[in-house]
């Protein structure tokens, strides 16, 4: 009996800890955004941050098809944009590759235990992407070439 | 007739594991080498941008081709009622699904991307001979499992014709398939003609047979099982029947070639002046798989003797492996054909081939792949017939055809 | 233990939702104005089958030894990022790296008359390597561009077996360097896209072709083939003009003159 007790008491205390130790970790969970990245100094991302969590991958995979298939390029849910807001810097201004041990991606898909393969093909720092941006704005022709957003990309 | 009795392969444990160790050590081996070449890309490989199907496309096409053509055996008995055949019939389901599992897996772990086998297998396009392919496979596989279940399970004895029936006919479509991944290729000379099905379907006859009669061999041997003089003779000739019925669509598949003034350059590379793949095409796919074999089969002593029948099997077997290599590998390194009356002299950087032969020098990881599936489909054999009851006891004539071995007494 | 924790877990998921909105109720008047989407560029307007991309070679203005286009299209497409693997053979690396255009000279067999030109994908109407992707993964746009769905692509390499013109290349080795408009990795298969990440944003232009006029030579025209006034029907009506294999039918978006 007395067995027994000692036992649930040490139950009780156990899972106390454990609850106290999954608050602290649950703290450090939103603490991924790199504080150099851009998206450190915007208050969302595209979506509700918590709805990014859960259904980030949905959203670029939808894009993803649109972007392939549909040529839709430089839209609100494109991996591009993630990189590019989320990569983190070193003091010397520098990239950091968002899938390196400790950044953005990585730091929560180690976590989560989640593979991650977009970065197999697509560029872990934003490089050569002004095509979309600045120098498309210069290239383009001057008639039926669509209105563009002047932007401040890298390179 | 006699019931036929199945029984366990009854070979010494010794024997049994020694085999099974060193097909594990194989087929390990095979499994290290597309884990190297998956890790590190297929630059450490023979195949480049001009032969992109090598070494384990051979073995793949090889293996799968000759799974549809075990289960010959099978198809006699049940669908032309050749009652010799029946006792044959068990071993010919087993072999037919090991050989087709063991080429699959080297087609798989030789995709660029064989983690996305799923994709494959939920993502369809069907105007793809491939996609077809990956249906006909795996009916393929299922069919004749149930086929083997109306063999084995006395209530599905009635099945069995319809099943084995059905089978007939996918297989006949499964080597069709395999042969059309090639023949309606209009981008390439060697292949773009339609007798390529025809020719993988009896190709498929002889090199499942020649595989099967070796498997039979082997195994009657290991546990001192007895196979009548009648049944061997029953046997090659069925092989040089199929031996010839090869080197008679491989002539047509050349004169087909020749008669097109456009593709007299592919035949001579093939026929004349191709080097290794003249080589082995005469040495190989004519002469070792093809009049060497018909030799011993039609040799009035020889074809009594089951060790020349079994030495004919084997060479129909490497042959084949020739006869492979120069489809699938002598027919890419053969350049395309874009400019008719120009020469290439330039294409690219100075590496980069056009207008020219392409070098490929098969790598050894590739080669151990291909060995792996081979050890893979030997495994299956080994462990199905030792566990559940695939061999008959005996092949004796009495045993097999009583009628046989009346008329011979 | 997982049921004492579940609770504590669904918690800080409640907690941080509710964090979560408050912080966006509190900041919604500012967010409209800060949000990343107002940063990134306005999305294109995608693709349509109004029109079909095509080009003209005129192997007449081709010059002999000029690589301007293939320099271009490596820089473009960050081919040129492409590392050779320690230990892989010089000359087969050049065979099995990616190459998306290549100069190609030719000598007539009867006449001894040399003519160069620039091969890439000829983004066929009738396409063999689409027809042959067991994924669907190959396949041609609505505005009649050839490419490959890299997110699909098994790397079977079925495509390059049947494409008559060598068009496609498979990615051999890791790639470490690549472009962020130019997604390149490990075991897929990939040829020229017309450049559609130009097309994609308003810029109709092709680097091979933008190369060629900036060495002079103008040899290569790009343009749309379904807009009879445009450049490159222009250029197609002046010139007699057939496609590579013409035989096979395959109505090429590429089309040659002088060969």
């Not at chain 2, 090869?246 to 035949?267: C, M, P, Q, R, W």
């Amino acid at each position: 009996m007395a067995e027994v007790l000692s036992k649930g008491v040490l139950l009780a205390f156990l899972s106390v800890a454990l609850g106290l130790s999954a608050m602290a970790k649950a703290e450090g969970v939103g603490d991924f955004v790199q504080p150099s990245s851009k998206a450190a100094s915007v208050e969302n991302c595209v979506e509700p941050t918590e709805y990014m969590r859960r259904n980030h991958f949905e959203l670029i995979r939808h894009q993803r098809d649109e972007t392939v298939y549909g040529g839709i390029r430089g839209a609100k849910h494109s991996l591009s944009g993630c990189v590019s807001c989320h990569v983190g810097y070193d003091s010397q201004g520098t990239p950091l590759e968002i899938d390196a041990e400790g950044q953005f991606c990585s730091s929560c898909h180690d976590y989560a235990a989640v593979e991650m393969n977009c970065f197999d093909c697509h560029a872990t720092v934003p490089k050569g992407e002004a095509w979309n941006h600045e120098v498309a704005a210069v290239h383009a022709h001057p008639t039926g070439a669509a209105p563009l957003a002047a932007t401040s990309a890298e390179r | 007739m006699k019931r036929i009795v199945y029984r366990e392969w009854l070979v010494e444990p010794q024997r049994y594991w020694g085999l099974l160790a060193m097909l594990a050590g194989v087929i390990a081996v095979g499994g290290l080498s597309a884990l190297y070449m998956e890790h590190e890309g297929h630059w450490v490989t023979g195949m480049t941008n001009s032969v992109v199907w090598g070494t384990p496309h051979v073995f793949a096409v090889f293996l799968i081709i000759a799974a549809s053509g075990a289960l010959n055996v099978a198809s006699i008995g049940t669908v032309f009622d050749k009652t010799a055949y029946k006792p044959l019939a068990r071993l010919s389901g087993l072999l037919a699904v090991a050989l087709l599992v063991g080429g699959l897996l080297v087609l798989v772990l030789d995709l660029g991307r064989p983690d996305r086998l799923l994709v494959a297998m939920t993502t369809y396009n069907f105007s793809s001979i491939f996609a077809w392919n990956i249906f006909l496979y795996s009916g393929f596989a299922a069919i004749v499992i149930g086929y083997l279940w109306t063999m084995a399970e006395r209530k599905g004895n009635h099945l069995q014709k319809p099943v084995g029936t059905f089978a007939f006919l996918w297989r006949l479509a499964l080597t069709t398939g395999t042969g059309s991944i090639f023949g309606f290729l209009v981008g390439r000379e060697a292949y773009d003609t339609a007798i390529l099905a025809p020719l993988f379907v009896v190709m498929s006859f002889a090199y499942g047979l020649a595989i099967y009669m070796l498997v039979l061999f082997y195994a009657f041997d290991a546990d001192g099982r007895p196979i009548g003089p009648a049944m061997l003779k029953r046997l090659k000739n069925l092989l040089g029947l199929f031996v010839a019925a090869v080197l008679y669509f491989t002539l047509v598949y050349h004169l087909t070639k020749l008669y097109g003034a456009k593709n007299s350059d592919i035949e001579a590379f093939l026929l004349i002046n191709g080097g290794l793949y003249t080589a082995l095409f005469w040495v190989g796919w004519v002469l070792i798989g093809g009049l060497i074999p018909l030799g011993i089969i039609y040799h009035p002593e020889l074809n009594k003797q089951r060790d020349w029948i079994a030495t004919a099997s084997a060479l129909v077997v490497a042959g084949g492996l020739a006869a492979m290599y120069v489809i699938i590998i002598g027919s890419q390194a053969y350049p395309q054909e874009m400019f008719p009356g120009h020469s290439v002299i330039q294409f690219g950087a100075p590496g980069d081939v056009g207008g020219r032969v392409a070098p490929y020098s098969p790598s050894f990881p590739e080669l151990l792949l291909g060995l792996g599936g081979v050890g893979v489909a030997l495994l299956i054999t080994a462990v199905g017939i030792r566990v559940l009851q695939f061999l008959p006891e005996s092949l004796a004539d009495r045993d097999v055809d009583p009628h046989a071995s009346a008329r011979h007494a | 233990m997982k049921n004492e924790s579940e609770p504590t877990n669904q918690g800080r998921r409640d907690f941080l939702g509710a964090a979560a909105g408050l912080t966006a109720a509190a900041v919604a008047p500012g967010m409209m104005l800060h949000t990343v989407d107002s940063e990134a560029a306005a999305p294109t307007g995608g693709v349509s089958d109004a029109h079909r991309w095509g080009l003209l070679v005129d192997t007449s203005k081709c010059a002999d030894g000029c690589t301007a286009c293939v320099d271009a299209c490596d820089q473009e497409n960050g081919l040129n990022l492409q590392s050779q693997p320690l230990g892989d053979d010089e000359l087969k690396w050049q065979n099995q790296r990616a190459t998306w255009i290549r100069k190609v000279k030719l000598q007539d067999n009867l006449t001894g008359q040399v003519t160069n030109l620039p091969l890439m994908c000829q983004h066929c109407e009738h396409p063999p390597c689409v027809d042959v992707c067991p994924t669907g993964a190959s396949f041609k746009r609505a505005d009649g561009i050839v490419m490959v769905d890299r997110h699909t692509c098994i790397g079977c390499r079925y495509c390059m077996m049947a494409c008559p013109y060598k068009a496609r290349s498979f990615i051999h080795e890791q790639v470490d360097q690549k472009l962020t408009r130019a997604p390149r990795g490990k075991g897929c298969v990939e040829s020229c896209n017309l450049c559609a990440h130009r097309l994609d944003t308003g810029d109709i232009s092709t680097a091979c072709a933008d190369a060629c006029s900036a060495e002079g030579h103008q040899a290569l025209v790009f343009g749309d083939l379904k807009d009879p006034t445009g450049p490159l029907r222009q250029a197609l009506a002046k010139k007699p003009n057939r496609q590579i294999r013409q035989d096979l039918g395959l109505n090429t978006g590429v089309r040659y003159a002088g060969i």
